[in-house]
Nanobody, 113 residues
Framework: QVQLVESGGGVVQTGGSLRLSCSVS????????MGWYRQRPKRDRTFVAL???????DYANNVKGRFTISRDPASNTLYLQMDALKPEDTATYYC???????WGRGTQVTVSS
């Protein structure tokens, strides 16, 4: 069974950076399309970024130019580099196996103003 474990969240000031990691066990991070989503309190979970099996990337409009998705097959890890963070980026961030629909448990990101 594939397991996804996110890490790297924390508290950062506006304009700061964080790099989130999603460790994939029981599967191959490069063999499936993987995505990052986020959920703000009392809001629906929304799409942030996607790395397709074919190697293409896609981003939500409100993170384009600030966030970068990447993957490392050697460590079987999916990453989300987040720069120029804003208070509205505060959320719990989840990685998702887009093929199986499986989610990780999330990592909290808080951006202080």
């Amino acid at each position: 069974q594939v397991q996804l474990v996110e890490s790297g969240g924390g508290v950062v000031q506006t304009g700061g950076s964080l790099r989130l990691s999603c460790s994939v066990s029981g599967g191959d991070v490069a063999a499936v399309t993987m995505g990052w989503y986020r959920q703000r309190p009392k809001r629906d979970r929304t799409f942030v970024a996607l790395f397709s099996r074919q190697g293409t990337k896609d981003y939500a409009n409100n993170v384009k130019g600030r966030f970068t998705i990447s993957r490392d097959p050697a460590s079987n890890t999916l990453y989300l580099q987040m720069d120029a963070l804003k208070p509205e980026d505060t959320a719990t961030y989840y990685c998702k196996n887009m093929y199986t629909g499986e989610w990780g448990r999330g990592t909290q990101v808080t951006v202080s103003s």
